[in-house]
């Protein structure tokens, strides 16, 4: 089992920028590749970005690529989300999730492991 706990959520004006930070427990971290999703309200769920258990790799979505980065601190068992240039569209509940693959994947039914969620939103 690993257990997620996200934090770093919070109320932003468009144009700012948040850190979302993932700790984790459970198992060894680095055998596992990280994600982070989000759900917006009335929508599914959406892969973010995902780095592979080394911190070598990293996968991000078009949506917000050139404005979110995912890196990791396998010293510190945490994963992290930094967003900059946030827009109102981002606004979402964001999981950080864990998948016993290698390199990174954007296939959401891989990942066993979920947090619980931390909400970011984004005022115009």
């Known amino acids: 089992q690993v257990q997620l706990v996200e934090s770093g959520g919070g109320l932003v004006q468009a144009g700012g920028s948040l850190r979302l930070s993932c700790a984790a427990s459970g198992r060894t971290f680095s055998n596992y590749a990280m994600g982070w999703f989000r759900q917006a309200p009335g929508k599914e769920r959406e892969f973010v970005a995902s780095?592979?258990?080394?911190?070598?790799?990293?996968y991000v979505a078009d949506s917000v690529k050139g404005r979110f980065t995912i890196s990791r601190d396998n010293a510190k068992n945490t994963v992290y989300l930094q967003m900059n240039s946030l827009k109102p569209e981002d606004t979402a509940v964001y999981y950080c999730a864990a998948a016993s693959v290698r390199g990174t994947t954007y296939r959401e039914y891989l990942y066993p492991y979920w947090g619980q969620g931390t909400q970011v939103t984004v005022s115009s």
């Open positions: 780095i592979s258990g080394s911190g070598g790799s990293q």
